[in-house]
């Protein structure tokens, strides 16, 4: 079974492998850079010692060259998708299509050893691929997480428990959506359907709150301005918020901020005269924010969902195979 699945899938393994080294090589030649100049610049010495002399000059000439190409590894968020669409999608449905299901279960092999074996053969593949680009993309950033933490979208994504996690649940998906649809388009179709389904309200609604953010309360007016220093903590919420505890509402924010300037530009910042409107009120600034320590647990978290999801897609898609008579 095993040298079967070998020979069906080694095309897409022998893709999937070219892809990732067209992919690194150029990573590699500009990430060795970039670390060679986080080093020599004096950037590391910043992160390790932000009261240094000139830190904040030197940091902030760091990122405007390398951030926006350090964002744009948000795309590595399609990868999942991609194996589930193409590598997952058709494992079943292909089989279906064409016929070739007939063979298989009229073999002395049972088809839930057959359909296992394949699972865990291609899906064990798929998850290798997805730790092997988290590697690569994590130590390419890894100079500029340490300026702005792991806790913003694109750092978070390409994390190995990430990454590999909902790679495993778009594969599970496209399984499952092959032995149920038994057409290789249309299970690739509700595969993506499936995925942006579930991934979307994952990143913007739930990942937030998979832990309670810790909250802040600050004074109005009041300056810590000690200087550059690493910003690892991610900001989910912020506004004001009056003595009873009652945060405002956005419409009550517009309110004041209309009320202080007359509709003219507003300007924020201390000593302003909205920081004085808010301390004359009562009023002070809070904010809803994971410090960078929560990364790991976040990720573990979340990582644990996909997983569920992508235990019960593929369960399902066992039973409905074994339930299919030959």
């Not at 904040?56 to 951030?67: A, I, K, M, N, P």
């Amino acid at each position: 079974m095993w040298w079967v699945t070998w020979r069906q899938h080694r095309a897409e393994l022998l893709v999937a492998v070219l892809l990732l080294a067209c992919v690194a090589v150029p990573l590699l030649i500009t990430g060795t850079a970039m670390h060679a100049e986080y080093t020599a610049d004096g950037i590391a010495a910043c992160v390790a010692n932000p009261d240094g002399a000139g830190c904040g000059q030197l940091v902030s000439q760091f990122l405007d060259r390398h951030t926006e190409w350090g964002n744009r590894f948000i795309w590595a968020s399609v990868l999942p998708v991609l194996a589930g669409v193409f590598i997952g999608a058709p494992l079943l449905a292909r089989e279906f299509e064409q016929g070739t299901w007939r063979l298989a279960f009229t073999q002395s092999v049972t088809r839930t050893r057959w359909l296992v074996t394949r699972l865990v053969a291609v899906g064990a593949g798929v998850a290798a691929l997805a730790m092997a680009c988290s590697a690569l993309f994590t130590w390419w950033r890894a100079p500029l997480d340490a300026i702005g933490g792991r806790m913003r979208t694109t750092a978070f994504v390409i994390a190995s428990p990430s990454l590999v996690a909902v790679t495993l649940f778009a594969f599970a998906a496209g399984v499952f959506a092959g032995a149920l649809l038994r057409r290789t388009i249309a299970a690739m179709g509700a595969t993506l359907a499936v995925y942006l389904a579930v991934r979307l309200p994952m990143e913007e609604a739930v990942r937030p709150y998979l832990l309670t953010p810790l909250v802040r309360i600050t004074e109005p007016g009041v300056t810590a301005d000690t200087g550059w220093r690493p910003d690892t903590e991610w900001v989910v919420a912020d506004g004001w918020i009056d003595a009873t505890g009652h945060r405002l509402s956005t419409r009550e924010e517009r309110a004041i901020v209309r009320e202080v300037y007359g509709g003219h530009e507003a300007v924020y910042g201390a000593g302003t005269p909205i920081e004085r409107y808010l301390a004359e009120h009562g009023l002070r600034h809070y904010a809803e924010y994971h410090p960078g320590s929560s990364f790991l647990t976040m990720q573990l978290v979340e990582s644990a969902v996909f997983v569920g999801l992508a235990a019960a897609l593929l369960a399902g898609a066992v039973w409905l195979v074994r339930r299919r008579k030959a």
